[in-house]
């Protein structure tokens, strides 16, 4: 026999649980399934990554209760600094010049992850079903019937909407027929905590370079997050250094700005790679966050992303007779698509520009950051999208919008 859910999430990730939070929060009942248990400790996402989140997405979960159990351990990005080794010039962007308290804000993602799993404690509408698996999935005329497997065994759920939040490699995605594209920028990244010499005074910094990106992320007690790319090949051989190794290539990559870096914490590696669907609905189906698109890192834009699209569909399908309807799918795949195709083009562009060695780009690169500090609708346009107002943006977003 099989269950009934309208609406069937498939992962509950970081985007997958803000979802499930937000049909929650619109009184809409669905079922969220994810493959780890629900400790922080246990989800792979929920790491020591620490995530640069826009001010839109803090609006956005502060609407829908989750920023009051992350609140405590953000710490505000009020000045951003952009820059290219070798080319002149720099684009800054301060909060107070565009009338906010914040650009954005730091949260080491395992806090993330504790916010939102005391969010979805206080869900009344939500089942939960975790640790579970997608195991299998069979089309149906008005859904899919999905074969979830955990230790008290397999249930069959029928559903009128599926969603892949499943991650970068979505088992969804495939099985329900969508292709990905993939790029792999054989870049490694690596993420620890340092403490600089100078106060961050709330500032982020992000350097480009040949080598690849590095970005530092103002934390908690004078600490800052710090994010070096280098290229896949040389990984071994970084991850191989001595802390004082390492904080000399780091030093090197990044400049002297904030002083001598000191104290650097564990390093966590990652293999980076961009993964994008053909198309985010299918019939009676959607993909959000990075089952739909996977992003470098380094922009920042990851999780942001996903979260417009979790708190779109949510707006969308409130009130909707039929979630899964072909003409709702079709509607919210337009309202994503400037959103999703400016900030995955901006994100694999910047990298590709910014950190090929290509000396005649230099002198119009440097322009173009000249142009971000100089030119005020130019600064407006990159501080408005740098705080996440992109596209039609989510309503939920919208309401501290300066
Ligand atoms: C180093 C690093 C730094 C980053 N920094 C930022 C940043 O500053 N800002 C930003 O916005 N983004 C950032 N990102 C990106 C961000 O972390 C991701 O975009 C985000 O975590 C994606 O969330 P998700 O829920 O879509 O996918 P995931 O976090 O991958 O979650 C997918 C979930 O699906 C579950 N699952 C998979 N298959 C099944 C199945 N068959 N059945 C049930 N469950 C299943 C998995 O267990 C998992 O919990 C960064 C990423 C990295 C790697």
């Not at 010039?89 to 080491?108: E, F, M, Q, Y």
């Not at 979805?120 to 999905?146: K, N, Q």
């Not at 173009?368 to 990159?382: H, K, N, T, Y």
Request: hydrophobic content about 45%; proline content about 6%; charged content about 20%.
């Amino acid at each position: 026999m099989s269950e009934q859910s309208s609406i069937l999430i498939i992962g509950g990730g970081l985007v997958g649980a803000s979802l499930a939070i937000a049909l929650d929060a619109a009184g809409i009942a669905a079922t969220l399934v994810e493959t780890a248990a629900p400790r922080a400790e246990a989800q792979p996402s929920h790491d020591e990554r620490n995530l640069a989140l826009a001010r839109a997405s803090v609006n956005g979960l502060e609407a829908i209760g989750v920023w009051r159990h992350a609140r405590a351990s953000a710490t505000p990005i009020r000045h951003i600094h952009v820059s290219r080794a070798g080319d002149f010039g720099s684009a800054r962007i301060d909060a107070d010049k565009h009338g906010v308290d914040a650009l954005g804000w730091t949260l080491p993602a395992r806090e993330l992850g504790v916010a939102l799993l005391r969010r979805l404690d206080e869900c009344t509408r939500l089942t939960r079903l975790a640790p579970a698996t997608l195991a299998a999935l069979e089309p149906l005329a008005g859904g899919w019937r999905a074969q979830i497997d955990s230790a008290e065994g397999r249930r069959c759920i029928e559903t009128s909407l599926l969603v892949g939040a499943d991650g970068t490699e979505s088992f969804v995605r495939a099985r329900i027929g969508i292709a990905a594209e993939r790029h792999d920028y054989r870049q490694t990244l690596f993420v620890c905590t340092v403490t600089p010499e100078r106060d961050h005074a709330n500032r982020a910094w992000e350097r480009f370079a040949d080598g690849g990106p590095i970005a530092l992320l103002p934390l908690a007690e004078r600490r800052c997050g710090l994010v070096l790319t280098v290229a896949a090949d040389a990984a071994e051989a970084v991850a191989a250094l001595d802390d004082a190794a390492f904080i000399e290539l780091a030093q090197y990559r990044l400049g002297w700005r904030l002083g001598r870096l000191s104290r650097p914490g564990k390093r966590h590696p990652y293999a980076i790679r961009r993964v994008a669907a053909s198309a985010v609905v299918a019939p009676h189906a959607v993909l959000v966050g990075n089952a739909a698109q996977t992003v470098h890192p380094i922009g920042a834009q990851g999780f942001n992303l996903g979260l417009r699209d979790a708190l779109t569909l949510a707006e969308m399908v409130a009130g909707a007779a039929d979630p899964g309807a072909a003409e709702l799918l079709q509607r919210y795949a337009a309202r994503r698509a400037p959103d999703r195709e400016g900030t995955m083009a901006m994100s694999h562009g910047l990298v590709q520009l910014a950190c090929l060695p290509q000396p005649l780009l230099a002198p119009l690169r440097s322009l173009a950051l000249l142009a971000c500090d100089r030119v005020p609708p130019l600064q407006r346009a990159l501080a408005r999208r740098g705080m996440g107002f992109r596209g039609d943006p989510p309503l939920a977003v919208l309401e501290r919008l300066p």
